[in-house]
């Protein structure tokens, strides 16, 4: 059984740091890219971070880079993300995805999202 659990999220201040993590279960973690995704509220769910199966890392949106961090551990089956410097903009539910792109098909999970709410 596949499984994707995020968890880390909560209710931070500006300017305070948080760590989601995204424990995976069920499939081959290692040959999988992971992206974590945000969605805040009245927006469309936008691509926060990646990281290749080769630990290749992007960041689209140029609000994050400098601040947000991913990183994966295969042993542990786990993808990260540290955030730090946050900003009420970043509050969002995030979620993470593993992807895996082959000849045949396109195999693609998600977790159910861990909420972030940055507030004074």
């Known amino acids: 059984q596949v499984q994707l659990v995020e968890s880390g999220g909560g209710l931070v201040q500006p300017g305070g740091s948080l760590r989601l993590s995204c424990a995976a279960s069920g499939f081959t973690f290692r040959n999988y890219a992971m992206t974590w995704y945000r969605q805040a509220p009245g927006k469309e769910r936008e691509v926060v971070a990646s990281i290749s199966s080769a630990g290749g890392m992007t960041y689209p949106v140029a609000s994050v880079k400098g601040r947000f961090t991913i990183s994966r551990d295969n042993a542990q089956n786990t993808v990260y993300l540290q955030m730090n410097s946050l900003k009420a903009e970043d509050t969002a539910v995030y979620y993470c995805?593993?992807?895996?792109?082959?000849?045949?098909?396109?195999?693609?999970?998600w977790g159910q999202g861990t909420r972030v709410t940055v507030s004074s």
């Open positions: 995805n593993a992807l895996l792109l082959t000849d045949i098909r396109e195999y693609s999970y």
